[in-house]
């Protein structure tokens, strides 16, 4: 209730100042609806149509929305990359935990605060992807050309711990060439490492370099050490 009444306070000093850099006509067509703090719609240009931007002149609003956007997927998802290392090495670590109320019930209140990092990385980027979606349409009518790469659509089945991926590789390099092959005729098969881990290389082909750096993260800890600012 706390984090909501912050919430709304803050969305009131927003609609308190919006005219200043907004048309009037924007605050008409922007009724305060009656729904939680969180689900609020601000008013930005992603939050109105191509044709609606074009006639209320929001283009240069508009420029300004998706330099913002871009940069903020790029946060997340390097903060997304953070919550999932660290998860993955406090799973690894929980396993090699000797038995004990105490100890595990600590290391599962580690992982859940983590899963928790994951989930809301993940809503974040997907937001933000579905808001420059939406402000591309027409982009080329002000010349802005948008350079997304190496962004792209985040599914939730990308959103795979490192050791998942790594338990995965293994499993089917035991169990051979021939049975992958045949799963993967199936639809099944050895899961690639998701796109966004694979920015981190210079050669994201390299299955040898990706199978030794994550086996690092892992079992070393270094994701512990990078991520405790998440706390």
């Given at each position: 209730m706390e984090a909501q009444r912050k919430v709304a306070k803050a969305l009131d000093t927003w609609f308190d100042n919006i005219s200043d850099f907004?048309?009037?006509?924007?605050?008409?067509?922007?009724?305060?609806?009656?729904?939680?703090?969180?689900?609020?719609?601000?008013?930005?240009?992603?939050?109105?149509?191509?044709?609606?931007?074009?006639?209320?002149?929001?283009?240069?609003?508009?420029k300004t929305e998706l330099c913002l956007r871009i940069g903020q997927l790029h946060d997340a998802l390097g903060k997304l990359r953070n919550a999932l290392g660290l998860k993955s090495f406090l799973v690894r670590q929980k396993k090699r935990l000797a038995s004990g109320q105490g100890p595990l019930l600590r290391s599962e209140t580690e992982i859940s605060?983590?899963?928790?990092?994951?989930?809301?990385?993940?809503?974040?980027?997907?937001?933000?992807?579905?808001?420059?979606?939406?402000?591309?349409?027409?982009?080329?009518?002000?010349?802005?050309?948008?350079?997304l790469r190496p962004l792209r659509e985040l599914r939730d089945e990308d959103c795979i711990m490192l050791s998942e991926w790594l338990d995965d590789h293994r499993l089917w390099r035991e169990r051979g060439e021939i049975a992958e092959v045949e799963a993967r005729e199936k639809g099944g098969g050895r899961r690639e490492l998701p796109w966004f881990w694979k920015t981190q290389f210079e050669n994201g082909e390299d299955t040898g370099m990706l199978l030794t750096t994550?086996?690092?993260?892992?079992?070393?800890?270094?994701?512990y050490i990078f991520t405790v600012s998440l706390y």
């Open positions: 907004m048309p009037a006509e924007v605050l008409e067509e922007l009724p305060r609806a009656e729904t939680p703090p969180e689900k609020e719609i601000l008013g930005l240009p992603s939050d109105f149509p191509y044709s609606a931007r074009t006639r209320l002149g929001l283009d240069t609003l508009t605060r983590a899963g928790r990092q994951v989930q809301k990385w993940k809503v974040v980027y997907q937001r933000g992807w579905e808001a420059l979606t939406r402000l591309r349409e027409g982009s080329e009518s002000f010349g802005m050309e948008i350079q994550v086996q690092t993260w892992t079992e070393d800890g270094e994701w």
